[in-house]
């Protein structure tokens, strides 16, 4: 009953996207105006039905409901409940019910919180927004029914990659999809605008908390998958350029210039089409990954399904909605007005030159994901690596990360050269010793961007409390710290990057129980194997202890065997430091009762993930601080009254 | 030249989505090739992987005769259970070389004891470095070399007993 009524919600909440769909379609452009009154209603029942459905297939995932095909194929009644429920989002029809979801929960959201937007252009929107998740919802319905049964019904279910049993999975995804498919509404809002042609600043301000709110929970998503693969495929690293990171980066580079032209636009009124393109281009890059993705036409460790039929679904969704926008932006901005102008030297040409930058980093990467299948289509095969990306979007990031520190110090609209470089003139200075300092130190055992790297990353953390410099802290805005904290979030992460590459020591050994081995200033005794039994598992767990000048640790790295699928994983023991993290990864038994041992001292690796929640706490703050002056403003405004 | 620039990102689009939509209907084609086939031998020299063996060079592969040339390490369990192959290979009248990939002497002696040792010559490749040349990204991995020197196939994996009439075929098409 319940897998039916999971399926009566879904298909109720389709038929309500096309009725919010056809009736803010005729109320805006027929004769009926009044129709739009329903459009709200319509969009926050989608919404709540969408919620429905997804509990409901929560629930069957809880109970092991083996009747119920996705259940028997992606869960185990031995399993334990906090990945039963994490399955249910670990699998394609899962997953693609947890994106409506977030869709039609998204489009609720804009129908009530919305406010500050133009009636038509809210229609608009709302009608946008429905026509999107139309497309998903017959994807969903007809061709990856989550809801499908099974008869007969197997005993048990086939388990669950064991690579996604962990804790990561329960809270990585669903923050990455909240950020990605809450790009929807950024792009609903373009293309609401574009069919009003209300492009200018009241619609951007309108705008902007959307994707701010977008924009913070794809940065932790990102920041939480990141250290996900850090700490679960034990490979010791943190970003591996694999197609599906880079589906969620994509998405994360056009959504962070588009956070800074939707600013310029509400501040300014410049940029008007560059930020409208923006809010297709981020909504298109979380479709354009969902499709490399889920299609299978990209092989990556990630691959989910691999259907052609699935594909062709998703790629013809992609042509029209984003061949759609586009088409219409090519038809309507040339309607718009060119928003205010603006000096050379001013806050906007640094925001320019950011998005400008960002725009590039973002055609690098996607160049690099697509390049294995534009040589495919001429008959040769190629695969692009690391190192592509590293050397090509490196020395940017770090260029953007320079215009990054110098552009709050920037008025807007016009400046002067000359006091610019005053208020430059300590970061530079801070730059210039920190260099001298780090190559005095380190100069030839490290590469050049991870030197360049430290430097930066000093340099910028420094620039990035000077917007604070002579100001009264406790009259300064939230949003100015947002704005700082998540900056100096950006060179935190970079100096953990850079340190983490120049500095990290790697040692593999084979050690027989006894041994002692020394590596970095750290002294590891090899005590033991011993066996280990979990809740669906078992292990081979090494017990070592650990010390470096003072108290010793125990540590255990583990070597786990999961019987359903029949699957290894390694699970690596992580000591964390004030100054760096111990990453140690039992390998496998080589002859004569020796170990294979993986031992990397990684001196403030754990910087890059601190970055990336200062980065977001940023975000959060002036997503805070616009709102709370929002909400003063009208307070006051009534008071007033 | 703003109109066309309106127009420009609708025109990569559909560029791209002509790309995606040859790529999903391309038939799925999981079998390596290598670039190297055809090519010949990079040029090496390598010292003497085994007590009781010669080491090798790239020189000693152009021999006339097509022969199998043999990447495998003695820490590396594919390698053994390849072995039995590899004497079958033998038996038929094959000439096999190696190179042992990162390996000790030691190692390497203790490794041919075990599992019995059809190999003519062996070099031993402590850094990867030829491997890497060969463009071979594991062990094992068997190329088939032709009389002149030239790479003739590249198998990926240790050889089952079902592959070694294919490595048969394989010897006589490069004669």
């Known amino acids: 009953m319940i897998a039916e009524t999971g399926l009566a919600a879904l298909w109720l909440a389709a038929s309500l996207a096309l009725l919010q769909l056809v009736l803010a379609f005729i109320g805006l452009k027929g004769s009926k105006p009044d129709l739009l009154a329903a459009v709200r209603p319509a969009a926050v029942a989608q919404g709540v039905l969408t919620a429905i459905a997804f509990a409901l297939l929560i629930t069957l995932f809880m109970r092991s409901d083996m009747s119920v095909l996705l259940v028997a194929t992606n869960s185990h009644s031995a399993k334990p409940w906090l990945y039963k429920f994490a399955g249910t989002w670990g699998n394609h029809e899962g997953s693609m019910l947890l994106w409506v979801t977030v869709m039609g929960v998204a489009g609720a959201a804009v129908a009530l919180f919305e406010r500050a937007l133009r009636r038509d252009t809210h229609m608009a929107t709302l009608g946008g927004q429905a026509a999107i998740s139309l497309g998903f919802y017959a994807f969903l319905l007809f061709s990856s029914n989550p809801f499908a049964r099974i008869d007969p019904a197997p005993a048990d279910g086939q388990g669950l990659n064991p690579l996604l049993q962990d804790p990561g999975l329960a809270f990585h995804p669903p923050t990455l999809y909240l950020g990605y498919v809450g790009l929807s509404v950024a792009f609903s809002f373009a293309i609401g605008a574009l069919l009003t042609r209300q492009v200018d600043a009241s619609f951007a301000r309108a705008m902007r908390p959307w994707v701010l709110g977008a924009w913070v929970l794809l940065t932790l998503g990102i920041t939480a998958g990141s250290y996900w693969a850090y700490y679960e495929l034990g490979w010791g690293g943190w970003w591996f350029w694999d197609p599906v990171e880079n589906a969620s980066l994509m998405p994360w580079l056009a959504a962070t210039a588009l956070l800074h032209s939707v600013t310029v636009l509400a501040t300014r009124d410049a940029l008007r089409a560059w930020t409208v393109m923006l809010a297709v281009v981020a909504f298109s890059m979380s479709m354009v990954g969902t499709f490399l993705v889920r299609s299978g036409i990209l092989t990556s460790v990630h691959a989910f399904a691999v259907d052609p039929t699935r594909g062709s679904f998703i790629l013809g969704l992609l042509a029209l909605y984003i061949g759609g926008a586009l088409a219409l932006f090519g038809w309507r901005i040339g309607a718009v007005r060119e928003g205010a102008p603006f000096e050379l030297v001013s806050r906007e040409t640094m925001l320019v030159i950011n998005n400008l930058l960002l725009t590039v980093i973002l055609g690098l990467v996607l160049i690099g994901t697509l390049y294995p299948l534009m040589t495919e289509a001429f008959g040769h095969k190629v695969s692009v690596g690391a190192p592509y990306f590293d050397r090509i979007a490196g020395p940017i990031a770090l260029a953007l990360m320079i215009a990054m520190a110098a552009g709050p110090l920037v008025r807007w609209r016009r400046d002067q050269a000359r006091v610019v470089g005053k208020r430059l003139l300590i970061p530079f200075g801070i730059a210039l010793l920190l260099s001298s300092l780090v190559s005095a130190l380190v100069w030839g055992r490290i590469g050049i961007l991870p030197f360049l790297g430290l430097v930066i990353a000093g340099s910028v953390a420094v620039a990035s409390l000077a917007p604070l410099w002579k100001r009264n802290l406790r009259r300064t805005p939230l949003f100015t710290y947002g704005m700082v904290i998540a900056h100096l979030g950006c060179a935190v992460s970079l100096g953990g990057m850079a340190s983490d590459s120049a500095f990290t020591v790697e040692k593999l050994v084979a050690a027989r129980p006894g041994d002692m081995i020394e590596t970095a200033g750290w002294q590891l005794r090899f005590l033991q194997i011993q066996p280990l039994a979990g809740d669906n598992w078992t292990a081979l767990q090494a017990d070592m202890e650990v010390r470096r000048n003072g108290a010793t640790v125990t540590i255990h790295p583990q070597s786990r065997f999961f019987a359903s699928p029949p699957t290894s994983t390694s699970e690596a023991a992580l000591l964390t430091r004030w100054d760096g993290q111990l990453y140690v990864v039992l390998g496998e038994e080589v002859e004569g009762g020796r170990w294979q041992l993986r031992i990397w001292w990684k001196p403030f690796v754990t910087l890059i993930w601190l970055g990336g929640i200062m980065i977001a706490l940023g975000g959060a703050l002036a997503l805070l601080g616009r709102e709370r002056r929002g909400w003063l403003m009208k307070w006051r405004a009534r008071a007033a009254a | ?175």
């Open chain 2, 1 to 175: 030249m703003r109109k066309l620039l309106i127009w420009l990102p609708l025109a990569l689009f559909l560029g791209f989505i002509a790309l995606f939509s040859s790529g999903l209907f391309q038939p799925d084609d999981r079998i390596i090739h290598s670039r190297l086939v055809g090519q010949p031998l990079p040029a090496f020299t390598l010292p003497a992987a085994a007590s009781d063996r010669p080491p090798l060079a790239s020189s000693q592969l152009a021999s006339g005769q097509p022969r199998l040339l043999n990447i495998f390490a003695s820490w590396c369990v594919p390698c053994a259970a390849e072995a039995p192959q590899l004497d079958a290979l033998k038996a038929a009248g094959v000439q096999i070389d190696a190179i042992a990939i990162r390996d000790a002497r030691p190692d390497v002696d203790a490794f041919l004891k075990r599992n019995g040792n059809p190999y003519a010559r062996i070099g031993l490749d402590a850094r990867s470095e030829v491997q890497i040349a060969l463009g071979s990204s594991g062990v094992p991995e068997t190329f088939v070399i032709d009389g002149k020197g030239r790479i003739a196939y590249q198998h990926v994996g240790e050889i089952r007993a079902d592959d070694v009439p294919m490595i048969l075929d394989r010897l006589r098409a490069a004669q």
